[in-house]
């Protein structure tokens, strides 16, 4: 939706960790010069590739050395970055970001959302809200992944059932919803 508004504008760059290379990443960099670089689910990110943007975000400076060729740019880009924890982050790095903590979602946001995901997925009305209440209500730790994977998976109210009740099995059984 504005990702592609974005990108050509050049105005920000949005890359997911997991699947960024630190030469694509830098390439785009240097070609863009972007103002606004996002990262999603930075904690994938590959620890040289941190590295690279310890610098940017310490110095603003971008430096590639490859075969005896150095490659540099100063740079005013600014670094956002997601992410479900911490602990795979470099200390320096880290302490580069503003750290914000969003709370779990209450019952009311959840349900508002998860049924908004169902509907979007093609689930009638009906299935759409039994499956977010049942995901709230029955799983140990809800989240709107587990509403997405159940819808997609259930033709019936009984799969309903059937499916959150894999979910709980699962759950006890290997400790992941």
Same mark, same amino acid.
């Given at each position: 939706m504005y990702t592609e508004e974005i990108r050509r504008e050049k105005k920000a760059f949005l890359t997911v960790?997991?699947?960024?290379s630190k030469s694509g990443m830098i390439d785009i960099l240097f070609d863009m010069?972007? #103002?606004?670089l996002l990262i999603d689910e930075i904690e994938h990110? #590959?620890?040289d590739y941190q590295t690279t943007l310890l610098s940017l975000m310490e110095?603003?400076?971008l430096t590639q050395t490859m075969h005896k060729r150095i490659r540099q740019a100063h740079l005013k880009t600014s670094v956002f970055a997601t992410s479900n924890g911490t602990k795979k982050l470099s200390e320096p790095l880290l302490s @580069?970001? @503003?750290v914000m903590y969003l709370n779990e979602y209450e019952f009311s946001q959840f349900y508002e959302i998860a049924v908004k995901k169902l509907l979007a997925e093609g689930l009638?009305? #009906?299935s759409a809200h039994e499956i977010a209440i049942s995901v709230w209500e029955q799983l140990p730790n809800p989240n709107i992944r587990n509403c997405v994977q159940i819808g997609r998976l259930v033709k019936n109210e009984p799969?309903?059932?059937m499916a959150i009740a894999d979910e709980i099995h699962n759950f006890k059984e290997y400790?992941?919803?």
């Open positions: 960790g997991g699947n960024a010069h972007p #103002k606004y990110l #590959k620890p110095t603003g400076i @580069r970001f @503003r009638d009305n #009906k799969d309903i059932e400790g992941v919803p």
